[in-house]
């Protein structure tokens, strides 16, 4: 069954500090693995996204993850991280199986000291 | 360009009852689906419609129900409401359903059943 782990419940950073969200997949084939961002009250917005070709991507807000397929892992690096950047952060895998679905993790609350 | 809308933005239900929620979908965006984010977890998914027919059904009872409008609007319908039901209803439009294309999703309905 497809499934998404993402071992931290929160991180805490301080402004400036690199971050990376870890994220680790279950999947029978190739993934479509994303990056949702989520503040308080808010929906979902897309980071980024992979489906194949070059496994580090570049998304918006200065954000990038890389898949390792060897190590099922997505994980999402930014190299200094703002104080705008506290929030929730979701990986996901696009899953086929009667229409298409996206599996999400139950996140990681980023919290972000000065 | 209005994005995904849903309406209401909160709502409070008494165990047993019925709700609906609506959800607009971006102007061109034919598929429309439903996921259930229950406070402190990643959104679920619970249907997929692409031009009025249903696409995807998650792991949801058969209280739950949803349908798609000509115009590309849907409704979630949920029957005898039960406390657990109680959580942030998103909706995420996008032009097809493969996952090539990216989902955008609304700002949610906070759904309250006491």
């Known amino acids: 069954a497809q499934s998404v782990t993402q071992p931290d419940i929160h991180i805490t950073v301080s402004e400036g500090a690199s971050l990376e969200l870890r994220c680790n997949y279950s999947?029978?084939?190739?993934?479509?693995l994303f990056w949702y961002v989520q503040s308080p009250g808010q929906g979902l917005q897309l980071l980024l996204k992979?489906?194949?070709?070059?496994?580090l991507v570049q998304g918006i807000k200065g954000f990038e993850a890389e898949f390792k397929s060897s190590q099922s892992s997505f994980n999402l690096r930014k190299p200094s991280v703002h104080w705008s950047d506290a929030a929730e952060y979701f990986c996901?895998?696009?899953?086929?199986?009667?229409?298409?679905?996206?599996?999400f993790g139950a996140g990681t609350r980023l919290f972000v000291k000065a | 360009d209005a994005g995904v809308t849903q309406s209401p933005t909160h709502l409070i239900k008494t165990r047993g009852q019925h709700v609906t929620l609506r959800c607009s979908p971006i102007s061109g965006h034919k598929s429309v689906s439903w996921y259930q984010q229950v406070l402190g977890q990643g959104p679920q998914f619970i249907f997929q419609?692409?031009?009025?027919?249903?696409?995807g059904r998650g792991n949801f009872p058969d209280r739950f129900s949803a349908r798609q409008f000509p115009n590309y609007s849907s409704e979630l319908n949920v029957n005898a409401l039960l406390l657990g039901d109680s959580a942030l209803y998103l909706c995420a439009s996008s032009f097809r359903t493969d996952p090539n294309t990216e989902a955008f999703f609304g700002q949610g309905t906070r759904l309250t059943v006491v």
């Open positions: 992979y489906f194949s070709g070059d496994t």
């Open positions: 999947y029978g084939a190739t993934p479509y």
């Open positions: 419609y692409y031009e009025k027919e249903e696409r």
């Open positions: 996901a895998v696009g899953a086929r199986g009667g229409g298409f679905k996206t599996i």
